[in-house]
C-alpha cells in the first residue's frame, strides 16, 4: 500500500446498524476507511465491479443474494479481490463453508474491534485470516464423517435450503431466495431427507431449531 494512502473497505450488511458500528470501528485507525456500503448481495457485486476494493466485508445472511452465493461470484470475476466474511454465525456452522467458498477469512461479529481490524489488515496484505475458532472448525472438518453432523455433509445448496424449509419458509420463497426454480428447491429437499435421514419437514424444521441453524 503507498504511503499516506488508507485501505477501502467496501462493508456488505443489510443492517444499518452493523455498517455504521463498523463505519464508527474503522474510522478509528489510521490506515482504513470505509469507502462504500452495500444493503445486499446484488448491490455489493455491483459496487464491487465498479470500483476498486482492498477487502469486501461481507455478512453471510442477506436479502436478493446470501454472502456464499455473493463470495463465489466475486471469487470467479475479482479473484485477487479479499473478502472477510463477518457473521453472527458461530464459526462451527459457516466458516469452512466460506473458506472453501474462497473467503480470505471468517469472523464473527461477537469478536472484538481490534480483532476485526487486524482481520482486515492481514487479508489486505494477501494473506489468510484464521481466528482460534475457525482452526479448530476446519480441525473438525477433516474427521470422519461418521464423527460429523449430518448438516457438515451437506452441499452449500442443500445446507441454504435445509436453513429455509427450518425457518418456515414455503417453496415458492425458498426458490426466490436462492434464485432457482420450485422444482430444484424439491429435488434439493428430496436429498436433504435422504442424506439425513429423515422423513419430513417437521424433522428438518426441528433438527435445524436445534443446533442453531435457524435465525
Known sequence: MPPNSRLRVLIADDHAVVRQGLRHILSETDD???AGEAGNGVQALQMAREQNWDVVLMDVSMPDRNGIDAL?????????????IFSMYPEDLYAVRALRA?????LSKRSAPEQLVAAIRQVAGGKKYVSPAVAEALANAVMDDG???PHE???DR???TLRLIAA????AQIAESLHISVKTVSVY?????EKMNMRNNAELTHYGIRHGLVE
Not at 418456515?168 to 417453496?171: E, I, L, Y
Open 32 to 34: 482504513m476507511e470505509v
Open 72 to 84: 463465489k461470484m466475486l471469487r470467479k470475476e475479482l479473484p485477487r479481490l479479499p473478502v472477510l
Open 102 to 106: 474462497g473467503a480470505a477469512g471468517y
Open 147 to 149: 464423527d460429523r453432523p
Open 153 to 155: 455433509k451437506l452441499s
Open 158 to 160: 442443500e445446507f441454504q
Open 168 to 171: 418456515g419458509r414455503t417453496p
Open 189 to 193: 429437499r428430496a436429498r436433504l431427507l
